[in-house]
């Protein structure tokens, strides 16, 4: 992200609630507000309410940073701190992606919480009906370290007790982002696996098949039913 504070999250928490006193002091906030649309009449609003300290204690005690940035910044804000997203090109020029407030809320917010963290769900509990332990990277645009992948695979089999296989995707550097997941070629299911809680493997899902499944019959079988 780019910005003038985009770089200190302490300037730009600042910043925001500085930007919400302003409001709360103006009375720039509740429908009447969000339906003017006439660019003068928005810069001079000012009703002199004069909420603003009284917002930023109630701001301070209700909300965490995920909260104060999903619900106060918004393109004003963002305007104003000329907040954009840019990327580098194949030629290695910095490029304007968006400076649409709804962009720079899900980039900033990748950054807080547990946003930082990959999303990981349970897909099946018997996989190739073995009792294995079938686990899903959702993808929400990051990928996994395969290091410590197959680091936290040993620990989970050694609860579970059983094998466990958890899939996740492989990026390649032309990757387009904007294509859903689903019909992206570009993004290839990988599978880590634990044979006994002790080893970590990663391969291709016919790998994690391959390992425990012999019969050729059986095989299509798993895959009919397992294959994510």
């Not at 302003?22 to 649309?37: N, T």
């Not at 954009?84 to 980039?107: A, M, P, Q, T």
């Not at 993808?139 to 370290?145: D, M, V, Y």
């Not at 391969?203 to 079988?221: A, L, P, Q, T």
Request: proline share 3%; glycine share 6%; aromatic share 12%.
């Amino acid at each position: 992200m780019g910005g003038k504070y985009s770089r200190n999250p302490y300037a730009v928490g600042n910043m925001l609630l500085k930007y919400i006193q302003m409001k709360w002091d103006k009375g720039r906030f509740g429908p009447e507000w969000d339906e003017c649309k006439d660019r003068k009449k928005r810069e001079e609003w000012d009703t002199h309410l004069n909420k603003g300290m009284e917002k930023i204690f109630e701001v301070r005690k209700l909300y965490d940073d995920r909260m104060l940035v999903d619900e106060f910044m918004d393109q004003d804000f963002c305007d104003e701190n000329e907040f954009y997203i840019w990327e580098r090109n194949k030629k290695g020029e910095h490029v304007l992606v968006s400076k649409d407030v709804k962009d720079i809320k899900e980039r900033m917010l990748q950054g807080i919480g547990m946003e930082r963290f990959p999303v990981i769900r349970v897909k099946n509990a018997n996989c190739l009906n073995l009792g294995h332990l079938h686990l899903e990277h959702v993808w929400t645009g990051q990928t996994l370290s395969q290091k410590y992948a197959l680091e936290t695979i040993k620990f989970v089999s050694r609860l579970w007790g059983r094998p466990v296989v958890l899939t996740s995707f492989e990026i390649h550097d032309n990757y387009d982002k904007r294509i859903p997941m689903e019909i992206n070629d570009k993004i290839f299911p990988i599978a880590y696996f634990t044979l006994d809680g002790q080893e970590a493997h990663s391969g291709i899902w016919d790998d994690y098949r391959s390992e425990f499944i012999d019969d050729e019959e059986e095989k299509k079988d798993a895959a009919a039913a397992t294959h994510p």
